[in-house]
């Protein structure tokens, strides 16, 4: 796929908000639905760009909360923009932040949050290349 021609992406992940603590067979375990956001890219998009952004605003206020999703993955949607299929994504970048980051008031972790409503979805992520991700495993050792 050009880079250029990406419009949608999908940003996925575990967010913590909306994580919970449950007893299984007397176990304590923590329960986490796994989330897929789709949202529009807002940023130019390519190998010779470091960071991905994606930013989309809803009719209506979605509920969800996108703290914790850092270190998922973003894919780049072919395909029909109203239906994610799993053939339709491919791997693009690496999520850092997401907003909304929490529905606990007062926990605006930046100025960047302050902008934003119940409605908008907001995600800043790395470019993941061949290159970039040859970095990354050098950065462990």
């Known amino acids: 796929t050009p880079w250029d021609t990406i419009r949608m992406c999908v940003a996925a992940g575990y967010p913590n908000e909306h994580k919970e603590r449950m007893e299984v067979d007397a176990r304590e375990m923590v329960s986490a639905g796994f989330l897929r956001a789709v949202a529009e890219v807002s940023s ?7 960071y991905i952004t994606l930013s989309s ?27 994610v299929a ?10 850092f932040e997401g907003y909304p980051g929490s529905g606990r008031a007062g926990e ?34």
Do not use: C
Not at 86 to 95: A, F, H, Q, T
Not at 116 to 127: K, M, Q, S
């Open 44 to 50: 130019n998009l390519g190998r010779d760009q470091k």
């Open 86 to 95: 799993d053939e339709d994504l491919l791997p693009i970048g690496i999520i």
């Open 57 to 83: 605003a809803l009719d209506e206020p979605h509920g969800r909360f996108f703290s914790g999703m850092s270190g998922g993955p973003i894919y780049a949607q072919e395909g029909d923009a109203d239906v």
């Open 108 to 141: 605006i972790g930046d100025a960047t949050a302050a902008y934003l409503t119940e409605r908008d979805i907001f995600f800043r992520g790395l470019t993941l290349t061949p290159e970039s991700f040859d970095y990354w495993l050098t950065q462990l050792g």
